[in-house]
């Protein structure tokens, strides 16, 4: 794909992308703007537990791991997380993470597309969910011009460094 005369692909993840998602990670919760971890809590995740979980992801049919490649260089990803529950099983959680200097290009709306699509292929996936902070206008624009639905707000649901409380924004899409 080519957005703003940077060009990119969308691939499924693999084991060897480990390090780099680990680093996109601790530099976007870095940021300390719209994660929920905050970078103390993360910072010392060692690779093999990053390599484990992406393990589990792949090793998982209702589990999905899609990147942003530029120029060769993973650049971003999406994840999808299942319930374990049976009457969970039909739905999971997405997180996404791209890397500063790649946002607003269309990486995330690709991304995100890349995954609807995997759900709607994938015959056990009937709901994806996920929570945003109601700060994330950007975010939120996006899910909803993606067809996200909001389904809920968890009031005061994060509190910050300096006091404030940010909602959780719960949206869906049903495939």
Aim: hydrophobic share 40%.
């Amino acid at each position: 794909m080519f957005k703003d005369h940077v060009e990119y692909i969308i691939r499924n993840g693999k084991l060897g992308d480990a390090e780099v998602l680990l680093d996109i990670g601790r530099s976007v919760i870095s940021e300390d703007e719209y994660f929920i971890a905050v970078s103390e809590e993360v910072e010392k995740t060692p690779l093999h537990e990053e390599k484990e979980r992406i393990l589990s992801i792949l090793d998982n049919i209702k589990d999905t791991l899609i990147v942003a490649e530029v120029n060769g260089l993973v650049v971003g990803s999406i994840e999808f997380r299942s319930q374990t529950r049976k009457r969970l099983s039909h739905t999971g959680s997405v997180s996404m993470s791209i890397s500063k200097n790649y946002r607003g290009m269309g990486i995330g709306k690709a991304l995100l597309k890349a995954l609807v699509d995997w759900a709607e292929e994938n015959p056990l996936i009937e709901k994806i969910s996920l929570g945003v902070f109601s700060t994330n206008q950007r975010a939120i624009s996006l899910y909803k011009q993606m067809g996200f639905l909001e389904e809920g707000r968890l009031m005061k649901e994060y509190k910050l460094h300096n006091g404030e409380y940010i909602d959780d924004v719960l949206m869906c899409k049903f495939v």
